[in-house]
């Protein structure tokens, strides 16, 4: 069974100040990380996968197969961060199953 | 494109009774997903769809199922509701083509269901 561990569900980071959300995972496979974003009164939205390796708003998250982990970082947080952001976990393609994490609460202090 | 869309947004239902929660994909993307989020749970998997067939299932109990229309249009029905089903229900397209880049979900706004 898979599982995805966000170990901080709040985090308060001064503006222009670097930002990193932790995420660790455990799957025996080979799966496919995700970076999840929910700002206030807004839908979920996708914000990074790793297979793409892109820099969305900024923000960048490397996969670590051997410490089975995929942080999401930011070197200057702006106060639009401010938002949930789930980690999530796809075992392969063809199974739509995610799995998230619970979680954590950002919180850009101007 | 038009987003995820879910229907009806709001929901309250007495214990006992069952509901139908509606959802309609991204126009193209063949295959929908159900999550139901809560405070003390988080986000759970409860299954998918993908040409009109159940191709995967979470852990919960038989009360909870779901259906997949020629359209990609899903429904999910919760018979004989419980306080604890009380949630928020999300729906999620995705293309499923067979592209290693069309397994994104798209999440709808979601069905706020509360059981009294």
């Known amino acids: 069974a898979q599982r995805v561990t966000q170990p901080e569900k709040l985090l308060s980071v001064f503006k222009g100040a670097p930002v990193e959300l932790k995420c660790n995972y455990s799957?025996?496979?080979?799966?496919?990380l995700f970076w999840y974003v929910q700002y206030s009164r807004q839908r979920l939205q996708l914000l990074l996968r790793h297979i793409s390796r892109e820099s969305i708003k900024g923000f960048t998250a490397d996969l670590n197969k051997g410490e089975t982990s995929f942080h999401l970082k930011k070197p200057f947080a702006q106060e639009e961060d401010s938002a949930m952001y789930y980690c999530?976990?796809?075992?392969?393609?063809?199974?739509?199953?995610?799995?998230f994490g619970t979680g954590t609460r950002l919180t850009i202090i101007p | 494109k038009a987003g995820v869309t879910q229907t009806p947004r709001y929901l309250i239902k007495t214990r006992g009774q069952q509901v139908t929660l509606s959802c309609s994909p991204i126009s193209g993307h063949r295959s929908v997903s159900w999550y139901q989020q809560t405070p003390g749970q988080g986000l759970q998997f409860l299954f998918e769809y993908f040409s009109e067939t159940q191709r995967n299932k979470g852990n919960f109990p038989g009360r909870f199922s779901g259906r997949q229309f020629s359209n990609s249009r899903s429904e999910m029905n919760v018979s004989t509701l419980e306080l604890g089903d009380s949630a928020l229900y999300l729906c999620?397209?995705?293309?499923?083509?067979?592209?290693?880049?069309?397994?994104?979900?798209?999440f709808g706004p979601g069905t706020r269901l509360t059981v009294t």
């Open positions: 999530a976990l796809q075992p392969d393609f063809g199974n739509e199953k995610l799995t």
């Open positions: 799957y025996s496979g080979s799966p496919e």
């Open positions: 999620a397209s995705s293309l499923a083509d067979g592209t290693s880049l069309s397994y994104e979900q798209y």
